[in-house]
């Protein structure tokens, strides 16, 4: 696929994968302070999953390109956008969009890739890396010693956070199925089935005095477990929920029964305190400063992968037109690592 050919896969309603729509037509052009990007690489998150649902939180009204991170290279800017760009290999947290054989962003939404870190590579990491490193250093603020536990440590965003967590000196438990345990101790993790312990106990047996973070997907009754298990002064990190995504409804109930909760928490006079992290917090209103985050936290992440502290692990690689094979492959959970979506 050349520069020439545009091609975006597009979500028509609540559908099967099978009902994405590919269409095609002129490659868009940037307008003022926007840049031009030819996609390299996209992924399938839980956010496709949800949305095809018609359960994402704030997803926008159908039909729309779904896609909600990529990374690509700049083939083109409008005016203010600075040409210095062009040619460069750059990374965007979109939400939707990135679905695309061809993307224009806002210059300053951006971030450049470093040599040595390729499209694929780079691409697993954006909106994981982004969550996990935010939620480890600006939320948890974990510190060398520190002891934390990490539910679903195989998953998207798990996998990232132990390697990270690893990286600034933290003893990880995390919990995966049986057959992800080896995996898990290779990376330094001490691994707990949480299909055959019972989770709570086994993390109290290890780590009596209880743990200084705790990061859970999972949402439901798992929250209350994770809260029951911090130390004084520890931190619940709440990023989901899991637990819910066949439920009929509303997407947003979830949510608001765990804010509730999470609010409560705070109340408690222990010391521990609870967040329930968005990645896209304090966008509408702090822009700027959101953006200057992004950048910085980002560029964080693509270090650790050029280091090694990180590796970025590829379940597979699938072009754009053949996105459902793509959706089905990553909703079937029998995949390591991220599906992606490749011109």
């Given at each position: ?173 995390g919990t995966a199925s049986a057959r992800h345990h080896e995996g898990l101790r290779a990376l330094g993790v001490i691994p707990v089935d ?150």
């Amino acid at each position: 696929m050349g520069d020439g050919a545009y091609v975006e896969v597009v979500l028509p309603g609540k559908v099967e994968p099978e009902g994405l729509e590919l269409r095609s037509g002129p490659v868009p052009a940037p307008g003022a302070g926007q840049v031009l990007v030819r996609m390299e690489a996209t992924g399938v998150s839980f956010a496709e999953q949800q949305m095809r649902r018609g359960r994402y939180y704030d997803q926008p009204a159908f039909p729309f390109v779904p896609g909600y991170d990529l990374v690509g290279t700049v083939l083109g800017s409008g005016t203010g956008a600075g040409a210095g760009l062009i040619g460069k290999r750059v990374a965007a947290l979109t939400k939707t969009g990135g679905w695309a054989s061809h993307v224009v962003l806002d210059a300053a939404d951006v971030v450049e890739v470093p040599d040595g870190v390729g499209a694929a590579e780079a691409e697993t990491a954006v909106v994981n890396g982004l969550t996990a490193w935010q939620m480890l250093h600006r939320k948890a603020r974990v510190r060398s010693g520190a002891t934390v536990l990490v539910h679903g440590a195989n998953g998207g965003v798990g996998s990232v956070l132990v390697q990270l967590a690893t990286a600034a000196g933290a003893t990880v438990v995390g919990t995966a199925s049986a057959r992800h345990h080896e995996g898990l101790r290779a990376l330094g993790v001490i691994p707990v089935d949480y299909r055959n312990d019972d989770v709570p106990a086994r993390v109290r047996e290890l780590v009596p005095g209880g743990v200084d973070a705790v990061f859970d997907h999972v949402g439901g009754r798992s929250v209350v477990d994770s809260w029951s298990l911090l130390a004084r002064g520890g931190t619940l990190v709440s990023y989901g929920s899991a637990a819910t995504r066949d439920d009929e409804g509303s997407g947003a109930l979830p949510v608001v029964k765990l804010l509730g909760r999470v609010w409560l928490w705070n109340w408690l006079p222990n010391g521990r305190s609870a967040y329930f992290f968005n990645v896209w917090a304090g966008r509408a209103y702090a822009k700027n400063r959101f953006r200057a985050r992004v950048r910085a936290d980002l560029t964080q992440v693509f270090g650790a992968l050029r280091r090694g502290d990180l590796t970025a692990r590829i379940a597979a690689e699938i072009p754009l037109a053949r996105a459902a094979e793509a959706m089905r492959l990553a909703e079937s959970g029998t995949v390591a690592g991220k599906v992606l979506l490749v011109p």
